[in-house]
């Protein structure tokens, strides 16, 4: 059995694995164009496979933050689609993950909307885990209104400071200005960049900040408001893990009662709640100003991590 990345040729195999194992027609098996922005690395795909005579048993993907800026370092990964087929050698699937830590030594690996069971197991391993908080702000009609200040600057290129895992300028403009599908507006206020997608379910709209470089300002309700008045839109909404939850209240936004329903899938639009959850391998202990800190205190999750704002349909 090898152990190893996607080949080139071999995007038939993986398209076909995916899906008779993972999901009959799905977006990644059928979509060439999504699966290379989202995996290909210029000479294969970013997915480890347990493979022996061109029979893949298990595949785990992954996205690198360099898959959309090349320069930044050091290396943070996200986990994506692990799956396996019914004969799968026990014990395999965890080799995969092995591989890339071994492999590829990223300073983190993190991965979003896990289940239960894989959460025990990177539990076993010694990563953090939990659940992303979710905020929102509704619409304000003209019945009543936020007191008059500043509003959102529509901007073309963010202002990334540091931050883990890492982003940059030119990984924003790929990851979401240059997305091939979707489209993101990228919006600034104080000196904090939003990227934001508009989202439709053919009734209404709602408007979703799927990322955020900079620190928060406080009381920006009225230029959210005004953008749902531009945008027509009903609310909008952020899950965050990182950033504590007073900055997100000092900002205005509100955080989400268990008794609120705010749809987190969208393709198809399923009006239930479900919590985010997530995992993350934090690095040991890294220098930051002259001061030694744990990433675990600096590590930040958005909706647009690892591979959850992506097309499902098309």
């Known amino acids: 059995m090898e152990i190893r990345l996607v080949k080139k ?9 995916l899906n ?39 595949a785990l993907g992954f996205v690198p933050t360099q898959q959309y800026d090349p320069e930044i370092k050091p290396l943070d990964i996200w986990l994506c689609i692990w799956c396996k087929t019914p004969d799968c050698p026990k014990g395999l699937g965890t080799k995969l993950l092995d591989f890339l830590e071994e492999g590829l030594r990223p300073r983190t690996i993190g991965a979003v909307g896990i289940n239960d069971t894989i959460e025990q197991l990177y539990l076993k391993r010694g990563w953090v885990s939990g659940v992303a908080n979710h905020y929102y702000l509704p619409f304000v009609d003209f ?3 936020w007191e008059e200040t500043e509003e959102m600057e529509r901007v073309h290129e963010a202002y990334v400071p540091e931050q883990i895992p890492a982003k940059s300028a030119i990984y924003v403009n790929t990851r979401y200005l240059l997305h091939p599908f979707y489209q993101y507006t990228l919006y600034s206020i104080r000196g904090c960049y939003f990227v934001v997608r508009k989202i439709n379910n053919g009734k209404a709209s709602i408007l979703r900040i799927v990322d955020i470089y900079g620190e928060l ?24 893990y990182g950033i504590p939850k007073e900055s997100f209240l000092r900002m205005g936004m509100l955080e989400k009662p268990d008794n609120l329903i705010i749809p987190n899938w969208t393709e198809p639009w399923v009006m239930e709640h479900k919590p985010v959850k997530f995992a993350y391998k934090p690095s040991t202990v890294e220098r930051v100003c002259g001061e030694e800190c744990w990433t675990i205190n600096r590590y930040r999750i958005f909706k647009a991590d690892a591979d959850q704002d992506r097309n499902s349909i098309l």
């Open 143 to 145: 019945l009543a209104r």
């Open 20 to 58: 008779d194992y993972w999901k009959k027609d799905h977006i990644l098996a059928t979509n060439k164009a999504l699966l290379d922005y989202q995996h290909f690395n210029g000479y294969g795909y970013n997915f480890v496979v347990g493979i022996e005579n061109g029979k893949i048993y298990t």
């Open 217 to 240: 300002p406080e009381n920006i309700q009225y230029a959210f408001n005004r953008l749902l008045y531009i945008q027509n839109a009903q609310y909008i909404d952020c899950v965050n």
């Open 9 to 17: 040729e071999e995007l038939g195999l993986l398209q076909q694995f």
